[in-house]
């Protein structure tokens, strides 16, 4: 269980400072815009690590990364449709439209990180083991 928690929180650990680099070079995008962001990542590695500890023990490690994409799928829903963080963070408005059509991207997105959780996952299990 802690190295299904452990392998969470470094992937998401990671991602998460890769992803604020990249917005601190974004022009146009200020602190202030982008505040409650930060706020939602301080929780990300803990989500993740949860969520890594909540799979089913038969779909340990093979659908590991499916079981994560499930969790894309919730918080893309949360921050596109239901927190309408494209809209705060732009300053104006993003068309419904826009905002269903980015929300299977999320999916796709946790798919690709939690492939690299299940990386890690067996990376630790081999350290362990030997």
């Known amino acids: 269980m802690f190295?299904?928690?452990a392998a969470g929180t470094t992937v998401a650990s990671i991602v998460?400072?890769?992803a604020a680099v990249?917005?601190?070079?974004?022009?146009?995008?200020?602190?202030e815009r982008i505040y409650p962001l930060t706020i939602i990542w301080c929780c990300v590695p803990l989500v993740w690590g949860v969520w890594a500890m909540l799979i089913p023990?038969?779909?340990?490690p093979k659908r590991l990364p499916l079981?994560?994409?499930?969790?894309?799928?919730?918080?893309?829903?949360m921050?596109?449709?239901?927190?309408?963080?494209p809209s705060?963070?732009?300053g104006?408005?993003?068309?419904?439209?826009?905002r269903v059509i980015a929300v299977p991207a999320g999916p796709l997105l946790y798919y690709l990180m939690w492939m690299l959780v299940r990386e890690t996952w067996r990376r630790l299990a081999k350290t362990t083991s030997a």
Request: charged share 5%.
């Open 57 to 60: 023990a038969a779909w340990m």
């Open 67 to 77: 079981w994560g994409a499930f969790l894309g799928l919730v918080a893309g829903l």
């Open 79 to 85: 921050a596109v449709l239901v927190l309408n963080l």
């Open 88 to 90: 705060r963070f732009l």
């Open 22 to 31: 990249i917005l601190s070079v974004i022009p146009g995008l200020t602190f």
């Open 92 to 98: 104006q408005p993003v068309s419904m439209l826009v």
């Open 16 to 18: 998460i400072a890769i």
């Open 3 to 5: 190295q299904r928690f």
